[in-house]
């Protein structure tokens, strides 16, 4: 395909461009470019997408076959961009979120649960569900037959920017005794940013249009076994501490919710974990197995060093206070069980 992401220096968009290429696609990407060098071979347009006639300026009179757009902050660009792209590209892929739906989530949701309110022209990005909500409202529109929402669950592997696995990761580095967010059985549910983007292109290149929820099978794997293969991946000296929710909430560790495991005030979500990914699956999509994802984010990590933390999100070296953990490990020491 002739593809243009919007966006793909980051995370996804990295995942999705390099993706592209494997495939031998004839990829360009439109950002400001800021943050890294393009990857080879790639058309690279210049623009800030929130200002329209620099946009309009930079994609001149170029077509393409699809587009897929990563934008997670004001809806009125994605708005502008779908817009000016509408009468030049056959296919719009938006990558959304399931924080889309209405909470508390259902459980065993699929793509019919409720959804919060969104407006395409809003300039506001403070309000994720909203803004991913009105991102979609505005692709719709402009793209009715023609767009591909994925709603993305939680998003892990190489490039992640987040704070989730690189964080562990350097965790675990460390050595010793570490305090993990119990139960260890908790299950989770997440996508590998390159099965996300080979799905998109591949369901581009079928012209697949409506909403998905994409993230892997429930239950497939849990918060324990995610934790000891980063172990055996690594071949790190740690051992692994099961700290109570209940402890963890009580001294302010917010241990769990980066895996969306507990929420603010020590409550546990529901549906967060058990999402209905039959149609995303039905339509194609494949995950692959655990271990590649953490060897290969481990690998990354190593080759490029840690990412810079998100300006839209608290830096994960603000999450735990080492002298407080050094505090509750010493509370579950086998010397003060049962004391």
């Not at 395409?120 to 979609?136: C, F, L, M, Q, T």
């Not at 324990?224 to 700290?243: C, P, S």
């Not at 999402?275 to 990590?301: C, E, I, K, M």
């Amino acid at each position: 395909m002739k593809l243009l992401v919007l966006g793909g220096t980051h995370h996804v968009g990295r995942a999705i461009v390099e993706t592209a290429l494997e495939r031998g696609d004839e990829v360009s990407t439109l950002n400001r470019g800021l943050s890294r060098p393009p990857a080879p071979g790639v058309q690279v347009l210049i623009a800030d997408r929130t200002d329209p006639d620099a946009v309009r300026a930079a994609l001149g009179t170029q077509a393409w076959d699809a587009v897929i757009d990563t934008w997670a902050w004001a809806p009125r660009v994605v708005r502008d961009s779908a817009r000016l792209l509408a009468d030049r590209t056959g296919h719009y892929g938006y990558v959304s979120s399931r924080g889309v739906h209405r909470w508390p989530w259902p459980a065993n949701a699929d793509e019919h649960a409720p959804l919060v309110d969104g407006d395409p022209s809003s300039e506001d990005g403070i309000d994720y569900a909203a803004a991913k909500r009105g991102g979609e409202l505005a692709v719709i529109d402009a793209f009715p037959e023609r767009a591909l929402l994925a709603r993305a669950g939680m998003i892990l592997g190489p490039y992640e920017d987040v704070g989730r696995i690189p964080w562990w990761l350097r965790r675990l580095e460390k050595g010793g005794r570490v305090l993990a967010p119990s139960p260890a059985d908790g299950p989770l549910q997440y996508i590998d940013a390159r099965d996300m983007a080979r799905w998109m292109l591949e369901s581009a290149e079928q012209g697949l249009t409506g909403a998905f929820t994409v993230t892997g099978h429930p239950g497939a794997i849990t918060i324990g076994r995610l934790l000891r293969t980063v172990l055996e991946v690594t071949g790190f000296d740690t051992e692994l501490v099961w700290a109570p929710p209940e402890l963890l909430h009580e001294h302010g560790f917010l241990l769990g919710m980066e895996f969306g495991l507990r929420l603010p005030g020590g409550s546990a979500p529901s549906g967060m974990h058990d999402a209905d990914v039959s149609a995303a699956f039905a339509a194609g999509l494949t995950v692959r197995p655990l271990r590649d994802t953490l060897a290969d984010t481990w690998a990354w990590l190593q080759a490029e060093g840690d990412p810079m933390p998100r300006p839209d999100a608290p830096s994960p070296d603000t999450w735990l206070d080492p002298a407080q953990e050094r505090h509750l490990l010493a509370l579950l020491s086998p010397d003060n069980q049962g004391t």
